[in-house]
């Protein structure tokens, strides 16, 4: 059953990253999550951030998402996902962005079903960063 709902857990963090919506993006989420986004912004429920992926969303002319490292931890029906993402963003006015994002998907199995109740997306602050992970 472990590896089951580590691979349901591991597609759903995937598939996020291939969603240009905010439904796409919020698809699997419970009604009640807790979102902490990269702007200054959070929300508890899908609403919220149905309407700030679209926002965001709606200046992308395409987002390509390559996951550099994924920790994932279960534990009963919680289940938690990490990692490391590398965005490359060309924006509808021309522009292009590539950033490295640290995320973090928090599960709870709730009837028989992997819904994320938390999720936590920051940039690294102070410089560069390389993406490595250090490990004890």
Request: glycine share 6%; proline share 2%; charged share 25%.
């Amino acid at each position: 059953m472990a590896d089951k709902d580590r691979d349901t857990i591991t597609s759903i963090v995937k598939e996020m990253t291939e969603s240009m919506t905010g439904a796409q993006s919020t698809l699997h989420w419970a009604n009640d999550a807790l979102w902490f986004d990269i702007p200054a912004f959070a929300s508890r429920g899908i609403q919220p951030a149905l309407k700030m992926f679209d926002s965001v969303f709606d200046t992308f002319k395409s987002c390509t998402v390559v996951i550099l490292h994924m920790d994932v931890m279960l534990n009963g029906n919680m289940g938690i996902v990490c990692t490391v993402q590398k965005l490359s963003i060309a924006l509808k006015d021309g522009a292009t962005r590539q950033i490295t994002v640290r995320e973090t998907d928090c599960f709870e199995k709730r009837n028989n079903e992997w819904q994320l109740i938390h999720q936590h997306a920051s940039v690294p602050f102070g410089g560069d960063w390389d993406g490595k992970i250090i490990e004890a």
